[in-house]
């Protein structure tokens, strides 16, 4: 199920392909072509890698992540296993919170805000949540480390949970690696965003 890349910076295309097909970057113009194979259902991780590094070339991140906004409308970037997500994701949305992604996030800094980061809703996952409770973006607040196990780190907890955070978001969005261009600022964008309060 995964998807390998090659990327040719001198032509400015990438190519990809993974079982469900292929598709074709040009990374200039920023759009490309994803090519199915016959009687393929799943496409997610294609498409998704394939955004990503489009997404990238514009100082975006799209990472396997879920966001809720909390009641003073700061928004909260859950990392960690779906199922651990999911289930906080739910909690905060019938506590009263709005929610704006319980499958993927779009990082990016703020337009015209310098420090500031806005995390969007890459899709609306079809779900049971009601539709009221969606918004499309929020300004990052903080990191939730969702975990299904509660372990004790040798570390101080809140400086442990940077560092889960941190490892998971990465862990989990491997397509975030594939394009050597933009791999150090969007992991450089991806620390900022553990730099504050993580719990």
């Known amino acids: 199920g995964g998807v390998a890349v090659w990327m040719d910076e001198t032509a400015g295309r990438a ?36 955004a990503a590094i489009l997404m990238g070339r514009v100082g975006a991140a799209l990472v396997d992540a879920s966001a809720i906004i909390d009641a003073s409308g700061g928004g909260w970037m859950i990392v960690g296993p779906q199922e651990a997500r999911s289930a906080l994701v739910r909690a905060f949305a019938d506590d009263g919170c709005d929610y704006v992604s319980d ?10 805000q310098a420090g500031l980061i806005a995390i969007e809703s890459w899709h609306r996952h079809r779900d049971p949540l009601p539709p009221e409770k969606w918004k499309p973006v929020a300004r990052l607040r903080g990191m939730l480390l969702a975990r299904s196990v509660v372990t ?48």
């Open 15 to 50: 190519s990809l392909r993974s079982p469900a097909g292929h598709a074709e970057l040009d990374l200039g113009d920023r759009w490309g072509r994803v090519n199915p194979r016959d009687g393929t259902a799943e496409l997610h991780a294609l498409l998704s890698a394939s």
């Open 103 to 112: 499958d993927q996030v779009v990082v990016r800094n703020a337009r015209h």
């Open 152 to 199: 004790r780190a040798p570390l101080p907890w809140r400086q442990a949970s940077r560092d889960q955070a941190l490892a998971s978001l990465l862990d989990a969005s491997p397509h975030l690696s594939s394009d050597p261009c933009t791999e150090a600022p969007l992991r450089e964008m991806l620390a900022s965003c553990t730099a504050r309060p993580a719990i």
